[in-house]
């Protein structure tokens, strides 16, 4: 089987992989991140259909969390298409296994995938049994914005083999600008699984205050303890706060790097794949920039909200693509 099926096959991998970060998204959005409370089927069913046929019973089996048909739906609806995603990948990695004599197969990236993707479906089950704890919402976000981006990088091709030093500058950039986004991702997440993004209704104070009361100290305590119910936050409203505002202060700094690199691409890229990420990296930025004050001002709507999640997604997407024609590989590939 040629390398190019094997691209073609990590391509639609990548949109089934942005289609779960969306709905995931979605589904976290619409409160429905426990609308099966049990894992991997929904009260004790395979669909959510059946679970709703059999109310009776599923209420007197589940007493605190009745069966809500339009959230259980929703999150069955994220299990079937994350469990098409994984079984994607395992073809993915038979097919490079397969191809392994090839050098220019990539093996190791798809290897890696498939002990992310077993970890993934563990996060996934650990988000309902712990009853959806931040600190393993926000690392299951963080799994499916990894899978996304890995996905990406083998899909794309590049027969470009140098690395021009005019460029030197541009891949230390780069590369910061990956930290910087992951990180504001992962503020992001902390946001939405700390229930924070309603704390800060105003636009640019929060509170009406450019410095509102705030109590970090209570808002990034990652662990505390087992057998608390995290559905609608359990957080004070000043940690709340601290939250969101520190998240504000991520989007400037982040928006300040991402910017700086996309113009450093337009301006000293050596090659057009660089130069078009670039730009397409600046525009998706402004989209993100107009999209979130919008969000608030509007009150957060569910479908704003569920774009800038995604739109945060494309963001990774433009960075990936800036760095892999920013690194190709020297030789053969080897990852």
């Given at each position: 089987?040629?390398?190019?099926?094997?691209?073609?096959?990590?391509?639609?991998?990548?949109?089934?992989?942005?289609?779960?970060?969306?709905?995931?998204?979605?589904?976290?959005?619409?409160?429905?991140?426990?609308?099966?409370?049990?894992?991997?089927?929904?009260?004790?069913?395979?669909?959510?259909?059946?679970?709703?046929?059999?109310?009776?019973?599923?209420?007197?089996?589940?007493?605190?969390?009745?069966?809500?048909?339009?959230?259980?739906?929703?999150?069955?609806?994220?299990?079937?298409?994350?469990?098409?995603?994984?079984?994607?990948?395992?073809?993915?990695?038979?097919?490079?296994?397969?191809?392994?004599?090839?050098?220019?197969?990539?093996?190791?990236?798809?290897?890696?995938?498939?002990?992310?993707?077993?970890?993934?479906?563990?996060?996934?089950?650990?988000?309902?049994?712990?009853?959806?704890?931040?600190?393993?919402?926000?690392?299951?976000?963080?799994?499916?914005?990894?899978?996304?981006?890995?996905?990406?990088?083998?899909?794309?091709?590049?027969?470009?083999?140098?690395?021009?030093?005019?460029?030197?500058?541009?891949?230390?950039?780069?590369?910061?600008?990956?930290?910087?986004?992951?990180?504001?991702?992962?503020?992001?997440?902390?946001?939405?699984?700390?229930?924070?993004?309603?704390?800060?209704?105003?636009?640019?104070?929060?509170?009406?205050?450019?410095?509102?009361?705030?109590?970090?100290?209570?808002?990034?305590?990652?662990?505390?303890?087992?057998?608390?119910?995290?559905?609608?936050?359990?957080?004070?409203?000043?940690?709340?706060?601290?939250?969101?505002?520190?998240?504000?202060?991520?989007?400037?700094?982040?928006?300040?790097?991402?910017?700086?690199?996309?113009?450093?691409?337009?301006?000293?890229?050596?090659?057009?794949?660089?130069?078009?990420?670039?730009?397409?990296?600046?525009?998706?930025?402004?989209?993100?920039?107009?999209?979130?004050?919008?969000?608030?001002?509007?009150?957060?709507?569910?479908?704003?909200?569920?774009?800038?999640?995604?739109?945060?997604?494309?963001?990774?997407?433009?960075?990936?693509?800036?760095?892999?024609?920013?690194?190709?590989?020297?030789?053969?590939a080897s990852y």
């Open positions: 089987m040629p390398v190019s099926t094997f691209r073609k096959l990590c391509l639609l991998g990548t949109v089934l992989a942005l289609c779960v970060v969306v709905l995931g998204a979605y589904v976290r959005l619409n409160h429905a991140g426990l609308g099966c409370p049990d894992w991997p089927g929904c009260y004790g069913h395979f669909t959510a259909g059946a679970a709703a046929e059999n109310h009776a019973v599923v209420n007197a089996a589940f007493p605190d969390r009745p069966v809500e048909y339009h959230k259980a739906l929703k999150e069955m609806l994220h299990r079937y298409l994350a469990s098409t995603l994984g079984f994607a990948i395992l073809v993915i990695a038979a097919v490079a296994w397969r191809n392994r004599h090839d050098r220019q197969q990539p093996t190791g990236l798809p290897y890696a995938l498939v002990g992310l993707v077993i970890f993934q479906g563990l996060l996934g089950m650990w988000t309902v049994t712990l009853l959806l704890k931040p600190l393993i919402v926000s690392a299951h976000l963080v799994g499916g914005l990894t899978t996304l981006a890995l996905l990406w990088w083998l899909s794309l091709t590049t027969t470009r083999r140098s690395r021009p030093a005019a460029e030197g500058s541009l891949r230390g950039w780069a590369v910061l600008a990956l930290v910087v986004l992951a990180l504001q991702i992962m503020l992001g997440g902390w946001v939405s699984t700390n229930y924070a993004a309603v704390a800060c209704p105003d636009f640019p104070t929060c509170q009406r205050s450019f410095w509102p009361e705030m109590d970090f100290r209570d808002a990034f305590v990652l662990w505390r303890g087992l057998g608390i119910d995290y559905e609608g936050g359990v957080l004070d409203h000043p940690a709340r706060v601290a939250i969101h505002f520190t998240h504000r202060l991520g989007a400037i700094l982040t928006a300040l790097v991402l910017g700086f690199v996309a113009w450093k691409a337009l301006r000293t890229g050596q090659s057009r794949g660089v130069r078009v990420a670039g730009g397409t990296l600046g525009a998706v930025l402004l989209l993100q920039l107009v999209l979130g004050p919008v969000m608030v001002l509007e009150t957060f709507p569910l479908p704003l909200a569920t774009a800038h999640n995604a739109v945060a997604a494309l963001l990774l997407l433009a960075l990936v693509a800036l760095l892999r024609f920013l690194f190709p590989p020297r030789h053969h």
